[in-house]
């Protein structure tokens, strides 16, 4: 029987990377984003909305009656400081980063407790251990992540269900490029050297790739991860360290 996968926000950017990488590892790998994708089984579903998340997954189980794998990666990223975040723009940031972990998680314990099985992987952020700036909102919503993931871990360890959080850098994909390209609308800087050094900011020098954070989640499903539970796994070329 083929192992069954849950990825939100799995259309574009680490999203997709992580759907191919578990298509090629023989998982049935369900998509759940507001963003068409020729990649596994997609479904319509707006992840800021609880409800819709709910009826999504357990659309899901009622066909499969099996969960192995959730992958939470639906997200968006925003710059901006408190004086600048409104509460419409907080609580747009919340619903989705945050409140859309909390539906999907709540919506398959149920199964992977009834299993006795199961692993959840949130991507989170190198933001889940630092603060930076001009990140108010968004670094909230990745601690929170972080909370999450810890707290989840040992409320569920003596079900068999692990838990644990995914912690990219700078990686390039296409809202990274987006992010990029209105800096340098509204700044007139030049593309390629903004990119240049955003790859120099990290002791790697260079950027990390969609492919690079799929593995990691990959490993983090397998077996050979079956110890690791409750962790924040950073995968940032040594950005934190410093």
């Known amino acids: 029987m083929s192992r069954i996968a849950i990825v939100t926000g799995g259309s574009s950017g680490i999203g997709r990377a992580i759907v191919e990488r578990l298509l ?3 998982y049935r790998v369900f998509n759940l984003d507001i963003q068409p994708s020729d990649l596994g089984e997609y479904i319509e579903c ?3 909305l609880v409800d819709d998340v709910t009826r999504a997954i357990a659309g899901i189980l009622d066909q499969t009656r099996q969960l192995d794998l959730l992958v939470s990666n639906a997200g968006r990223h925003l710059s901006a400081t408190i004086e600048e975040t409104d509460e419409a723009t907080l609580d747009a940031l919340f ?4 409140k859309g972990a909390y539906a999907a998680i709540k919506a398959v314990l149920p199964q992977m407790k009834t299993q006795k099985n199961g692993a ?3 991507i989170a952020s190198d933001q ?3 603060g930076k700036r001009n990140s108010f909102a968004y670094n909230l919503t990745k601690h ?3 909370s999450m993931a810890k707290t989840t871990a040992l409320d569920y360890a003596a079900d068999n269900i692990r838990v644990n959080a995914v912690c990219p850098g700078t990686v390039e994909t296409p809202l990274f490029h987006k992010a990029i390209d209105r800096y340098c609308a509204s700044s007139g800087a030049d593309k390629a050297q903004v990119v240049a050094e955003e790859a120099a900011l990290q002791p790697l020098n260079r950027l990390g790739q969609p492919e690079e954070v799929a593995a990691l989640v990959s490993f983090l499903a397998s077996d050979e991860a079956s110890f690791i539970t409750g962790s924040l796994q950073v995968i ?3 950005y934190t360290a410093q």
């Open 24 to 26: 090629g590892q023989q």
């Open 144 to 146: 929170a992540l972080a």
């Open 128 to 130: 889940s251990l630092i």
């Open 95 to 98: 619903a989705l980063n945050v």
């Open 120 to 122: 959840i992987v949130l």
């Open 46 to 48: 707006d992840v800021s």
């Open 236 to 238: 940032d070329g040594g």
